[in-house]
């Protein structure tokens, strides 16, 4: 390992701390008060971070800015496009509780997300297939289940942002054809979503010096698993229990196979 990879390293563990930290203090703050919107900024921006010095530690610098530019160019003019014509995601309205917008359409925020969770649940797909990853069709495995992942993630995320702190609004009628408010096809929308960013962003994902022989790389993991408790516990402060319930599950138990895989 040379000098530059062992600052990399000091610098992904030193955001990831501070992350957790300010994941924490939120959680704190959150039992007597909503977390106000400049605090979750600022914890996505450490997520954002964070993501991107663990990915260079793999991946030379003009890829992961790259892969960053993709996710947030390509994103973003997703959620303009859903926001302005209700697809893919569905009829929504975003607030002005995610931040300031962009053109007037998009919040500033909001094309981070996808580098955020995408990224993360991709390192967490990796760790699960460790041990297939000489199987024929391994990365189309990985992004299936990167896919996954998301939705699930989403499933989570969704009564957070509409229910908690109302990032956004869903123009639906009839609580019993959406999941807390938002529709089913926008759990879709996601997943498709993902699936066209991971395909146009593969070319700079793989690793270019493959003889080299790498650790698991266990930084997604934790950010993943950190990020799914501060949803759950959210969501549970709040007496959403089933969507709590599904994130907690789910976190617990693909922390423990991805951990087990990568052994």
């Given amino acids: 390992m040379d000098a530059s990879e062992k600052t990399l390293n000091r610098v992904a563990q030193a955001l990831l701390g501070l992350l957790l930290v300010g994941l924490a203090l939120v959680l704190t703050v959150a039992r007597t008060t909503p977390a106000a919107p400049w605090q979750l900024g600022l914890l996505l921006g450490l997520a954002v971070i964070s993501t991107l010095v663990s990915l260079g530690r793999a991946l030379q610098f003009q890829n992961v800015l790259t892969v960053a530019g993709l996710f947030t160019g390509i ?4 959620q303009a496009v859903a926001a302005a014509t209700s697809i893919p995601f569905g009829p929504l309205i975003f607030t002005d509780n995610l931040g300031e ?10 094309p981070l997300l996808w580098v955020v969770i995408l990224l993360n649940c991709r390192g967490v797909a990796r760790l699960i297939l460790r041990p297939w990853r000489k199987v024929h069709g391994y990365g189309y495995r990985v992004m299936g289940l990167t896919c996954l992942l998301t939705v699930q993630f989403v499933l ?5 942002a509409t229910r908690v702190h109302r990032f956004w609004i869903w123009r639906v009628a009839g609580e019993h054809a959406t999941w807390f408010g938002a529709p089913w096809v926008n759990f879709l929308g996601w997943a498709a979503t993902a699936m ?3 395909l146009a962003t593969t070319p700079w994902l793989i690793n270019k010096q493959p003889g080299r022989r790498r650790p698991p790389d266990f930084h997604p993991l934790l950010v993943w698993l950190a990020l799914n408790l501060f949803l759950a516990t959210t969501l549970a402060l709040h007496q959403l229990w089933l969507p709590a319930a599904i994130t907690f599950l789910v976190a617990v138990t693909g922390t423990v196979v991805a951990w087990r895989n990568a052994a």
């Avoid at 994103?75 to 997703?78: F, K, M, S, T």
């Fill in 75 to 78: 994103g973003g003019i997703v």
């Fill in 101 to 110: 917008r962009l053109f007037d359409t998009l919040p500033w925020t909001a």
């Fill in 156 to 160: 989570g995320l969704e009564p957070f």
């Fill in 196 to 198: 066209l960013l991971l």
